[in-house]
Nanobody, 121 residues
């Protein structure tokens, strides 16, 4: 069983910053990728930023230069530093972990419950 829990969302004014955190816990053998997605009302869920083990970060064009993804492998934690926030960044932000659980030969995607980010103008 693998659990994914996000934290750090909230209400911020345009131009402000927030830092999201996501912790994966449970019977994890290895983590291949960690990433952040978001879903605004009436829109599809979209990739914000992702980081594979040993790879370079991948960002949506809309957040390049403003958001930074990082991870702490020892803590099975991924962060999303969001600067220069805009009202259009308002969404529920979800963390996705691609991991191989102990005792199984393949990887699965695990999602967190989401954390609300609201940017006021």
């Amino acid at each position: 069983q693998v659990q994914v829990v996000e934290s750090g969302g909230g209400l911020v004014q345009a131009g402000g910053s927030l830092r999201l955190s996501c912790v994966a816990s449970g019977s994890i053998l290895s983590i291949n990728a960690m990433g952040w997605y978001r879903q605004a009302p009436g829109k599809q869920r979209e990739l914000v930023a992702a980081l594979t083990t040993g790879g370079s970060p991948n960002y949506a064009d809309s957040v390049k230069g403003r958001f930074t993804i990082s991870r702490d492998n020892a803590k099975n934690t991924v962060y999303l530093q969001m600067n220069s926030l805009k009202p259009e960044d308002t969404a529920v932000y979800y963390c996705k972990i691609t991991a191989q659980p102990m005792g199984l030969p393949i990887r699965y995607d695990y999602w967190g419950q989401g954390t609300q980010v609201t940017v006021s103008s």
